[in-house]
């Protein structure tokens, strides 16, 4: 099989998402190598774990936005991708990666006008990606804020996914009810830290996906969220508690 990783999680003081997270759940999937390392965008809380990730397992391509950041983790990834001569790559809006044929990446965001029209914000630099699998449709969304989000407004039918990892950790910034209305997901994934100082997620945003009838399903009530398709369903799976 391959492997591809969204985001690698936080790393502060002692704690490392990478070594912690991410490193123990490839070796329970019997991953050796990880085919494609997306980083969504810059932010510690989703690029901490990466400089482990890249020192212990063997990447063969990374995706990151088309962004300069100034940050010690940031420049260590950077020397790290060129130390170990893997394949960096700054994907746009548009593009299909059918690399992982029967299944293909639909990169959402960021568009091209990032270049020359770049965001206020950061988060709105993310790289939004739809997996498609068979009829099964997954969205990965990194922090993307409600600019972004009109952006990827132009997909239309095309952003329809079974699942959404709710962008921004469910902040007040995003799922606008535009987007929603276009994703009308079934199931989504809040990813967030227990007592975070942000307040993730915002009760306001967790209500506008109960109204849609959407299941949601947090990390910090419910820890890992592992989920399973075949191409035509897909089915939650309960993390390990032992």
């Known amino acids: 099989g391959k492997t591809i ?29 990880v085919d494609l390392l997306i980083l969504t965008h810059p932010h510690n809380d989703h690029i901490g774990g990466a400089p ?25 990834i950077q020397f790290l991708i060129d130390s170990l001569g893997i394949k960096n790559e700054s994907p746009f809006a548009g593009q299909v990666d059918s690399s992982f044929n029967p299944l293909f990446l639909r990169v959402l965001a960021p568009d091209s006008t990032t270049i020359t029209n770049p965001p206020s914000s950061t988060n ?7 997996t498609l699998y068979g009829t099964n449709r997954f969205l990965f969304s990194g922090d993307a804020e409600a600019g972004s989000e009109t952006r990827q407004a132009h997909f239309d039918t095309l952003l329809k996914s079974d699942l959404i990892k709710v962008p921004h950790h469910g902040s007040l910034t995003s799922s606008t009810g535009q987007f929603l209305n276009k ?15 942000f307040r993730h997620p915002a009760k306001t945003t967790v209500e506008r ?13 419910d820890q890992a969220v592992i989920m399973e398709m075949d191409g035509t369903d897909f089915w939650l799976k309960q993390w390990r508690t032992e």
């Open 5 to 33: 990783v969204i985001d690698v999680g936080l790393r502060f003081g002692g704690d490392d998402s990478g070594a912690d997270v991410v490193g123990p759940y490839l070796d329970y999937i019997q991953a050796d190598t």
């Open 52 to 76: 482990w990730l890249l020192r212990h397992f063997p990447v063969k391509r990374v995706w990151q936005p088309n962004l300069d950041y100034d940050s010690f983790t940031y420049r260590e």
């Open 124 to 130: 709105d630099y993310s790289i939004v990606v739809q």
């Open 183 to 197: 994703v009308k997901p079934q199931w989504a994934v809040i990813s967030v830290g227990r007592r975070n100082k």
């Open 209 to 221: 996906y109960q109204q849609l009838g959407v299941n949601i399903k947090r990390t910090d009530q």
